[in-house]
Each structure stands twice: as C-alpha cells, then as structure tokens.
C-alpha cells in the first residue's frame, strides 16, 4: 500500500517512512525527466523536508522551478497555480 500524502504517513507510520516516502516522490520527479541526481542530496532535501514538514511546500514549488529553468520549460502558468495551492492557508 502506498499514498503520497506525507503528512498522513508521518502521522500513521512515523518519520522514517515519511523520509522514505519523500525519496520516492522526489526521487520519481528526477527521474521521469532523466536527471540523474546523487541520492545523498536526496537524502538532504528528505531530511530537511522532514524536520520541517510545514515549510515541505516551499521545496516542492523551489524544484520545480529550477528544474522548469533547467529544462527551459514555460512555467508561467503552472507554477503560479502551484504557488497559490501550496501558499493557501489551512
């Protein structure tokens, strides 16, 4: 069984399954575009994410971003739906 909804997998399962599930989700974002990234940067960015899980949004949209300038792929419109979901308070 899988979800990727991290917030209900730390609560359920706990932070290594959380930083578990966090690689994958990233890990599958890299390389469905065939960047081929060191996993101990991952690694770093799971840990992050996971110490501080309210801010995990931040991340998420900084990728994208980064990976749309890599790319050079037009964001202006996706990224700015992202940011609004994300930046939404609960």
Do not use: Q
Not at 12 to 32: K, N, P, Q, S
Request: hydrophobic content about 45%; charged content about 25%; some cysteine.
């Amino acid at each position: 069984m899988y979800s990727n909804d991290i917030y209900s997998i730390l609560k359920t399962y706990g932070v290594e399954m959380a930083r578990a599930a966090i690689l994958r989700e990233i890990g599958g974002v890299f390389d469905a575009y065939k960047i081929d990234v060191d996993g101990r940067h991952l690694e770093l960015i799971a840990d992050y994410m996971v110490r501080h899980l309210a801010a995990w949004h931040t991340i998420l949209v900084l990728t994208i971003l980064l990976m749309s300038r890599h790319l050079k792929v037009d964001t202006s419109r996706s990224t700015g739906r992202v940011c609004r979901a994300t930046l939404r308070p609960s």
